[in-house]
């Protein structure tokens, strides 16, 4: 059988109407050809599907964001970058002078004052503009899984009409929330907006974000589990410029888009979605971009506060009956989470207090988070407790027991 995702998505593109206009505030923009189109997707096991101009390069602009902000979570912790960027909507256009009145902090990293502000605190103080630049280079590189470069007719465009840009990084330097110098951050800034990307590298990209930081075609550990949730978080609220609220009632996904016409999504654990067209909407954002986001997250059912289907099969308990011994037996399946785990406390419960052996297995359950360790973990030792001379059998080892 050949897979019909790759049909799918370029039939999804057909229905896609295009309008707005080519950014061209930045000259070397409004030379793109604006009939450009493609969608990519990859999956949390890094297999990836395309449609159109997927392995078109175009430049990242503002969907660099998210992964700079990772960055400096990384080298500052989540502490050392709010101390200088807020993680609240503005509600304001992409470039206006959004800060926090009692600490001059800029509202968030998605925007254009926090993003610059972000950039400067992506590596140490003490390193040089070059090995500052290298390191978000490298670091988008991760995330991509291949290296990527600079589109320099993008990068010297835009700096020399960056007046904008400049007076809120001279803002800020004003203000105290970076020590470097204003125009060495505004450069590098621009020079990460000018990455060349496709929409296949975006898709990667997301993935790895809702993977928890893992490039999932790689393998490559990118960020922590902590910083990609962070990541996620703020775009969920600040990622789509002034139309954030539309696009997570309507759409639902966590999402960055820039100017440069790319539009890259995440549902955590399912997807990475990007796409790339040129002509954008009255708040910056890729129109037909946006319509294909709207039908992936219909026809998908991807929208984050949909509800997760129920695992109720996730607990059998019998009783085996042989001799010599009776015991009881419940084997477990599938993912365990918060729910799925309070499912078998509740089976654990069932468990007539007596001296009957307890056969657990583990063998088909596939993952176990946090939550789930610590209370199957306390179930399995109250079970103990209790006189259950216990049996457990978890081959690959997922309730990580001693
Ligand atoms: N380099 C662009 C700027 O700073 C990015 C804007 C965007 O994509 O929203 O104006």
Redesign the pocket.
Known sequence: MKTPLPDYLSETMLGCFDGGAV?D??PELANVDPDQFGVALCTPEGTQYEAGDAEVEFSI???SKPFAYALALETRGAAGVEAHVNVEPSGDP??SASVDEETGRPDNPMI?IG?ITTYALTAPDDWTAAERFEHVRAGLSAFAGRELSVDLDVYHS?IGT?Y??MSLAYLVRSIGHFELEPSEVVAG??RQ??IRVTARDLAVMGMTLGTGGVNPVTGQRVVSEETAQRVLSVMSTCGM?NASGDWMTDVGIPAK????GGIFGVLPGQVGAATFSPRLDGF?NSVRGVALFERLSQDMGLHLMGVPPASDAAVHTFTIDEAPETRVVLAFQGPLRFAQSERVLRAFEEIPINELPVHLDFSRVTSADRVALRMINEGIRRLGLDGHPLHIDDPKDVLRRA
Do not use: K
């Open positions: 950014a505030y930045i602009q503002s969907a992409f470039n254009n993003a835009e960056s904008r840009n800034y621009t907006c000018a410029y888009s820039g100017v440069g910056g």
